[in-house]
């Protein structure tokens, strides 16, 4: 097996990532992916000798309105039934594990023990050296530039270092997956979505072992680094970027910080956590994120190429569903089927044409504004 990077491992969004793990999202399927990621994550020094730098602190998911309590509830009750631990608590408990937030309309919150976050390069690294040392190869500053099929199957890619045969492709491209679908006329609807998080220089009362804490209802979510904290969220009014195409040099590179489109998460991060009004700002970070018209994964083998799979659309929680799609992916081209029902996920939804890209963009746009929409969970 040959892993083609046409940079430097991580530097498409991986490098950039906040490194955020949480397992309870609203399908059983992607939940159990995630929950799968955090069970390797746990063991991958063991393994690799590589530190990933997982931390696993727990996380806090905060209630600040009655709808969102009752959502929490349901969600906690939903949960359980798959053995995913999770206990609703009261304010003041809510405060003791992270207390630099005020109780202003704190309702309650979800306690997710096993969750945690990550350094996303130590992760990409760390299970770098464990394909390695299962025998997978790696060629960076290999862009693959073609891929060859041969009566209706992958027989090859072309890369800038020269062409390779195989009978199997994932394309699992990120932000450039629409682009790398297209040399086999596959059209996947990844649109690039810019997110942003600030860091903070350290700030008095943050411990190392705080929990990654999200408060839906305003937003955003932060998670303590070196002393400070990270702070991102999913802003009313997001904006797409290279809808016209990704300039060919975009490699381990950051959009300009949109202080502008950060302020109204600010404000709410403040309102959550009023001690950030006097922290130092070290850096906006703004970064491209591959985005799908429906919010979920695009995953599977396409309609009309056999061999040729994909792996990509992951929506803002690649990092946190990595290690389970890796589970899952291996177990679909073994077998021929996924492992469990991801008909959600099928890159066959779209069909063989994807989606129009401007519908594309404009459904992945409303998609991320309601993030952190209360949801009802889907049970099959
Ligand atoms: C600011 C920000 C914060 C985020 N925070 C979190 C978080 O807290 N938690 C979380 O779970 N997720 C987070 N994410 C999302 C996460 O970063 C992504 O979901 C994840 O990194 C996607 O990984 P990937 O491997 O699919 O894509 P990428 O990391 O983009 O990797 C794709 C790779 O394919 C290579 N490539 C592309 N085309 C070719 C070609 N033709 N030939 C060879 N190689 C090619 C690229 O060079 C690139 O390295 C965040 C994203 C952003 C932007």
Excluded at 8 to 24: D, N, P
Excluded at 163 to 178: F, R
Excluded at 297 to 312: R, S, Y
Excluded at 328 to 353: E, K, N, Q, T
């Amino acid at each position: 097996m040959v892993v083609l990077e046409r940079g430097e491992l991580t530097g498409g969004s991986t490098f950039h990532a906040a490194g955020l793990v949480g397992q309870l999202r609203s399908s059983v399927e992607l939940t159990r992916i995630n929950m799968a990621s955090v069970e390797l994550y746990r063991r991958l020094l063991e393994e690799t000798g590589r530190d990933p730098g997982w931390k696993g602190v727990g996380s806090l998911r905060v209630a600040s309105s009655p709808a969102r309590l009752a959502e929490m509830a349901d969600r906690e009750r939903w949960a359980r039934r798959f053995g995913l631990h999770l206990e609703l608590v009261g304010a003041r408990e809510a405060r003791e594990r992270f207390p630099l937030m005020t109780d202003a309309s704190l309702e309650g919150a979800l306690w997710l023990p096993s969750d945690g976050h990550v350094d996303p390069a130590g992760l990409a690294n760390a299970l770098a050296d464990g394909a390695k040392g299962r025998g997978v190869k790696f060629l960076t500053g290999a862009r693959v530039v073609a891929i060859t099929v041969k009566g209706g199957r992958v027989a090859g890619v072309v890369a800038e270092s020269g062409p390779i045969a195989c009978e199997v492709v994932v394309n699992a491209a990120g932000i450039w997956a629409a682009e790398v679908g297209r040399m086999v006329g596959l059209g996947i609807p990844v649109v690039p979505m810019a997110h942003q998080y600030l860091v903070t220089a350290p700030i008095d009362g943050v411990r190392r072992d705080f929990p990654v804490m999200r408060d839906p209802d305003r937003l955003v979510y932060f998670r303590e680094e070196v002393g400070g904290l990270v702070v991102g969220g999913f802003e009313r009014r997001p904006e797409a970027w290279g809808l016209d195409g990704i300039p060919g040099d975009f490699t381990h590179r950051l959009l300009p910080p949109d202080w502008e489109r950060f302020a109204p998460l600010m404000e709410g991060a403040i309102a959550r956590v009023p001690a950030l009004a006097g922290a130092t700002a070290i850096r906006l970070v703004n970064g491209p994120e591959a985005y799908t018209p429906d919010g979920e994964f695009i995953l599977g083998e396409a309609p009309k190429v056999g061999g040729f799979f994909v792996a990509a659309g992951f929506c803002a929680h690649g990092i946190a569903g990595a290690g389970g799609v890796g589970k899952v992916m291996a177990a679909w081209i073994l077998d021929g089927r996924p492992p469990m029902d991801l008909r959600r996920m099928d890159v066959r939804r779209f069909g063989p044409d994807g989606r129009e890209p401007p519908r594309a963009a404009a459904d992945a746009i409303r998609v991320y504004a309601t993030y952190y929409d209360i949801r009802e969970v889907t049970v099959r």
